[in-house]
């Protein structure tokens, strides 16, 4: 089955400052790619999702970028804020595949 | 908004004690799934469900776990021997076909 890694397990930047999340995956035939956020106690809730038909995709602060040959996608977050603080995870799946394998999170700590 | 919704939120059980899991999944999604994260940990696969059988399994889900869809909108998650180990939150989940997964508020397991 899939086996997506996730790094740094944790990250502290400073308010203002970007963070960079990096997954991989190992099945070349994962082709959905979407990042959840879950702060403490709450469910995870996505915030952005990319397919592997695209390289990139951006929303606001947050954008992900796809490299289908290397088997790797990260999350960028610019102008960090506190409310950014949480743990994120990534997550691999395919479309003729039911189950969606998840990395095993990053716990950002943003500064003021 | 409709959300997935989950019961109970918190429940205490004997070790070998039998536990039901309730869901509602997205009236209008067809794939039901449950993962279950243990504290401070990852979001680990358990299984999902389409067209009223299990379409994946990972190797968590073993013979002591079983999951149902009784009526048209229930969909549960039954552990049969509770050890102490299961304790963990357990989110069920659905999506429409492909794409998000929203995830339901969870239910905490205790097994003492």
């Known amino acids: 089955g899939e086996n997506v890694e996730q790094h740094p397990s944790t990250l502290s930047v400073q308010e203002g400052d970007s963070a960079v999340i990096k997954c991989t995956y190992s099945?070349?035939?994962?082709?959905?790619f979407p990042w959840y956020k879950q702060e403490l106690g709450k469910r995870p809730q996505l915030i952005i999702d990319?397919?592997?038909?695209?390289g990139e995709k951006k929303d606001q602060r947050i954008a992900v970028t796809l490299n289908k040959t290397a088997k790797h996608f990260s999350l960028h977050i610019t102008e960090t804020q506190p409310e950014d603080s949480a743990v994120y995870f990534c997550?691999?799946?395919?479309?003729?595949?039911?189950?969606?394998?998840f990395g095993a999170g990053t716990r950002l700590t943003v500064k003021p | 908004e409709p959300e997935v919704t989950q019961t109970p939120s918190h429940q205490v059980t004997q070790m070998g004690q039998e536990v039901i899991l309730r869901c509602v999944p997205i009236?209008?999604?067809?794939?039901f799934y449950w993962y279950r994260q243990i504290l401070g940990q990852k979001v680990e696969f358990l299984v999902s469900?389409?067209?009223?059988?299990?379409?994946?399994k990972s190797e968590i889900f073993d013979d002591q776990f079983s999951v149902e869809r009784p009526d048209g909108s229930n969909f549960t998650l039954k552990i049969r021997s509770t050890k102490l180990e299961d304790s963990a939150m357990y989110f069920c989940?659905?999506?429409?076909?492909?794409?998000?997964?929203?995830f339901g508020e969870g239910s905490r397991l205790t097994v003492l």
């Open positions: 469900f389409y067209n009223n059988e299990i379409s994946e």
């Open positions: 997550a691999a799946s395919k479309d003729n595949n039911n189950d969606m394998r």
């Open positions: 009236s209008n999604h067809l794939y």
């Open positions: 099945d070349s035939a994962s082709n959905y």
């Open positions: 989940a659905s999506r429409r076909t492909t794409g998000e997964l929203f």
């Open positions: 990319i397919r592997s038909n695209v």
